[in-house]
């Protein structure tokens, strides 16, 4: 499984970002895609999942309302859309792949992507 991040940048604060991660190397049924976002200094951050096959989402409740992940199952993609972005969203973005992953336990993600830098301006 290769996962593929890409639409970090730089953006000013109240501003939207869309991240997307080409994902291929399995047909992805039984799979959670999720994104991830690490600080400098900090431990790695679950952001939002959402189940391959049903598509059902799920957020912490401190994103709710701000981020919006999706899938395209035809394309092989999994997108975050992140509104009224703050300064403290500023961090490294992870895409990764799990089967049956739980956002609670991060050994449960097996498959990683490079990572996409957001950098949110004050």
């Known amino acids: 499984v290769q996962l593929q991040a890409s639409g970090g940048g730089l953006v000013q604060a109240g501003g939207s970002l869309k991240l997307s991660c080409a994902a291929s190397?399995?047909?992805?049924?039984?799979?959670?895609m999720g994104w991830f976002r690490q600080s400098p200094g900090k431990e790695r951050e679950y952001v939002a999942s959402?189940?391959?096959?049903?598509?059902?989402?799920y957020y912490p409740d401190v994103e709710k309302g701000r981020f919006t992940i999706s899938r395209d199952n035809a394309k092989n993609t999994v997108s975050l859309e992140m509104n009224n972005l703050e300064p403290e969203d500023t961090a490294v973005y992870y895409c990764?792949?799990?089967?049956?992953?739980?956002?609670?336990?991060?050994?449960?993600?097996?498959?990683w992507g490079q990572g996409t830098l957001v950098t949110v301006s004050s």
């Open positions: 990764a792949a799990g089967k049956n992953a739980s956002p609670r336990r991060l050994n449960d993600w097996r498959y």
């Open positions: 190397g399995d047909t992805f049924s039984g799979y959670n």
């Open positions: 959402i189940w391959w096959s049903s598509g059902f989402a």
